[in-house]
């Protein structure tokens, strides 16, 4: 049996959440490269084979609920929701869909950030700096347990709000739409995860290399290292730089565009939710407030996972910054004049080349939460002034969407 203490390398921490997202169909590659055009060949069609099955199954399950919409609904949509709910429903197979086609055609560079990230480890030993796989073993371990616990627990409340609700043709009950509600939601949460533990992974090693910087350029004196060691150790922390800066380029080319999806349309269906609570309070309709709270459980729930991957990309451009500050600091403090030359070189570098986590046309950071608050607003508000059915005393909700 796999243990902690058999943890040697990037690819045996990771191996328990590769397991799950091959089973999920995000992962539907091998973690390392083949080695021959032949074992590539096979291992793609055998995995496409398994991403079809998968495919179908979800487009089926999706055909269902436009087929059976009405069963669906507690009370008739007005024109506004209609619409939107249309698009979210699009929107949500789309990313499904999407997630699993770029994965599949992404898995030669999924492939290569692991490989760099190996690398980059054996880079920064020369440097004295460890990396504890058995901490990143753990904490992905807990994040599987926790997604699961989590992903299950909103959908078992999700059941008991609707159960009272007098539904015709629910088919809320069979195992069949358990089934689809929990791996719909957990594949969410996977997939999110790839990319969220990839940031957590680069934040934590740029967190060593800065503690390491400061704790031999700033803290100690540097007159205790001899003067060619010391440009020559400059020149490897640079080279670290790099190659986590290449790191966050591969990441960013891997997962950034299918994370920009997945906000889309947590941004609709936040608009969506938000709508039918807002009508929920106006026409105060006793009986049903528990659906509008639910869709804001459901709103609350997607936007702690995208806001993980946010707050990690802040993150780690504020540790960018502080690669900066702290080099110099080390600048101000050294008189050597090859030293600073070197350290001059290396600031050089930092001002060209920024941790920044992007999908190309906006950077995931602090501003894009802003932003998302502001147009989820504005929305609101056009919708609000165009839909005339809250003077209609027959409230107009549907059940929550995952």
């Known amino acids: 049996m796999f243990s ?39 291992h793609f069609f055998l995995n496409f084979i398994y991403l079809g099955v998968l495919v179908y199954f979800h487009a089926s399950a999706t055909l269902y609920y436009a087929e059976h919409r009405e069963s669906y609904k507690a009370y008739k949509d007005s024109t506004i929701t209609n619409i939107t709910r249309h698009l979210l429903t699009t929107s949500i197979f789309l990313n499904f869909f999407v997630a699993l086609v770029m994965n599949l055609i992404l898995q030669r560079p999924i492939q290569n950030l692991f490989l760099k990230i190996s690398e980059s480890d054996r880079e920064m030993r020369k440097i004295g700096i460890e990396i504890d796989y058995r901490s990143h073993y753990t904490f992905i371990m807990l994040f599987l347990v926790a997604t699961l616990v989590h992903s299950v627990a909103v959908v078992a409340i999700t059941y008991v709000i609707m159960m009272p609700y007098p539904i015709e043709g629910r088919s809320s009950e069979s195992v069949e739409g358990i089934f689809s509600y929990i791996t719909s939601t957990v594949s969410f949460t996977i997939f999110s995860g790839q990319m969220l533990l990839a940031l957590v992974a680069i934040y934590s090693r740029f967190r060593l290399l800065n503690k390491q910087f400061r704790e031999i350029f700033i803290k100690r004196s540097i007159t205790e290292i001899h ?84 707050i990690f990309s802040s993150l780690i451009k504020a540790e960018g910054k502080k690669t900066s500050i702290l080099l110099h600091q080390a600048i101000n403090l050294e008189w050597n004049s090859k030293i600073v030359r070197e350290m001059r070189i290396f600031s050089q570098q930092l001002g060209h080349r920024q941790p920044i986590v992007t999908c190309g046309l906006f950077p995931f950071d602090w501003s894009l939460f802003y932003s998302s608050i502001g147009l989820c607003v504005t929305y609101l508000t056009i919708m609000i002034q165009l839909d005339s059915s809250y003077s209609n005393p027959q409230l107009n909700v549907t059940l929550p969407a995952t």
């Not at 203490?5 to 089973?23: C, E, F």
């Not at 565009?257 to 906000?263: H, V, Y």
């Not at 929920?280 to 996972?305: D, R, S, T």
Request: proline fraction near 2%.
């Open 4 to 42: 902690v203490n058999k943890v040697k390398d990037i690819y045996d921490a990771i191996y328990p959440y590769y397991v799950v997202s091959k089973l999920l169909g995000f992962a539907a590659f091998p973690l390392r490269a083949a080695n021959s055009k032949k074992l590539f060949f096979a």
């Open 227 to 310: 003067h060619d060691d010391s440009v020559e150790l400059i020149r490897n922390f640079a080279s670290n730089h790099d190659h986590l800066i290449d790191i966050i380029c591969q990441t960013n080319l891997c997962f950034s565009f299918q994370i920009m999806m997945n906000m889309i349309s947590w941004f609709i269906y936040t608009i969506y939710g938000t709508f039918n609570f807002y009508r929920l309070i106006l026409i105060n309709f006793k009986g049903y407030e528990l659906l509008g709270y639910a869709n804001m459980m459901w709103i609350v729930y997607h936007a702690m996972y995208l806001s993980a991957v946010v």
